[in-house]
């Protein structure tokens, strides 16, 4: 029995070394500029974005307002704090529930991994809370 929980826990810990490098805050670098194209498994609302800025600093579009926020990774664990949201009203009930969705995701986000073309910030069950896909261009 004890060693039966011995190898499944260095078979996890193995798992988790050779997947650091794609959860990994230091995916996202300053000057990335991604569209958020999925918010909770749902799409994102056309105009939603997620940026990069220097010392992990985040800003964008979420879908009614306007955010920014501290991108930090302590423990392996990423975090987004100080998030400040602006509060401009939003007449669309759909965005409005979107927003909803979008604050509550980047609030639980503990990682990043790639996703196909883009990437996905995830939460502690690996669950993508949020997709992202580069923007190109201007």
Do not use: H, W
């Not at 509060?87 to 604050?103: G, I, K, N, S, W």
């Amino acid at each position: 029995m004890i060693r039966t929980l011995a190898a499944l826990a260095a078979a996890a810990a193995l798992a988790a070394c050779q997947d650091a490098g794609e959860r990994s805050v230091a995916m996202l670098k300053p000057g990335d500029r991604f569209a958020v194209i999925r918010i909770d498994g749902a799409p994102a609302p056309e105009g939603v974005t997620f940026e990069v800025g220097s010392g992990g600093r985040i800003t964008g579009r979420a879908p009614c307002n306007r955010y920014s926020g501290q991108l930090t990774e302590q423990g392996g664990a990423m975090t987004a704090s100080g998030l400040v949201i602006t509060r401009m009203a939003c007449a669309d009930p759909a965005r409005t529930l979107a927003e909803t969705r979008f604050v509550n995701a980047i609030g639980a986000v503990t990682a990043a991994r790639r996703m196909g073309d883009g990437t996905a910030l995830v939460d502690p069950q690996g669950e993508a809370r949020l997709v992202l896909t580069p923007i190109t261009g201007p």
